[in-house]
């Protein structure tokens, strides 16, 4: 089976920039879940699309939006970058909305806002 | 909310002494625990899950991690470590008004002196 993937693996964007970052699931998953992690801290829950459709939210504004596909792959949208937004993006797929049985995570993707 | 608290931010241990990583959940209903490990320039693995059943839960690696319902713990043992547990361990959780997500805590850094 293949793993999760997620592209690029480092960005750098200014301030104020729109960013996209993208993610496929692994094989038989069809949830998608994004979170941020800042240096030195745990994961911090962005949203999740489980069947094409947002299954929840975390504390994150608007500017962060998110899309999947009809073959569960999954995009995480950042318009109006700030600094804070420097972080390593993770993607995590799982086999149905509710995570009970964990999740497979990405290596994610580094994004450094300058 | 639902949160996760883990107590150690930076554990050093020489190799084979043994490890406990505390972690506590603030959810008082029925909850999976999971611990997760981000070993170096690596993606986040799941170690071991908690759903029901043996409070005793043992994992990859020789690990293994005990759910007491009445403190609200799930803590993270090895008896022996190695230096190639080097790594950050994350506790999370996942239930209640948070079923479509996993909570994560700010994590634990290991470093094993050889």
């Known amino acids: 089976e293949t793993g999760v993937t997620q592209s690029p693996t480092h960005l750098i964007k200014t301030r104020g920039q729109q960013v996209t970052l993208r993610c496929s699931s692994q094989s038989g998953h069809n949830t998608v879940s994004w979170y941020q992690q800042a240096l030195g801290q745990g994961p911090q829950f962005i949203f999740q699309?489980?069947?094409?459709?947002?299954?929840g939210r975390g504390n994150f504004p608007p500017r962060f939006s998110g899309l999947q596909f009809p073959n569960y792959s999954s995009e995480l949208n950042v318009n109006a970058l700030e600094l804070d937004d420097s972080a390593l993006y993770l993607c995590a797929s799982s086999y149905s909305g509710t995570p009970n049985y964990g999740y497979t995570f990405g290596s994610g993707t580094r994004l450094t806002v300058v | 909310a639902q949160s996760v608290s883990q107590h150690n931010h930076h554990v050093i241990l020489s190799e084979a002494a043994s490890l406990e990583l505390g972690c506590n959940y603030s959810y008082g209903g029925t909850v999976n625990l999971f611990w997760y490990v981000q070993y170096p320039g690596q993606h986040l693995q799941l170690l071991l899950k908690y759903f029901s059943g043996d409070p005793l839960v043992k994992g990859i690696k020789g690990f293994e991690a005990e759910f007491i319902k009445s403190k609200f713990s799930f803590n993270l043992r090895k008896p022996s470590v190695q230096w190639s547990d080097t790594a950050e361990y994350f506790c999370?959780?996942?239930?209640?008004?948070?079923?479509?997500?996993?909570?994560f805590g700010s994590g634990t850094r290991l470093s094993i002196r050889p």
């Open positions: 999370a959780v996942n239930g209640g008004s948070s079923a479509s997500k996993i909570i």
């Open positions: 699309y489980y069947r094409e459709e947002e299954n």
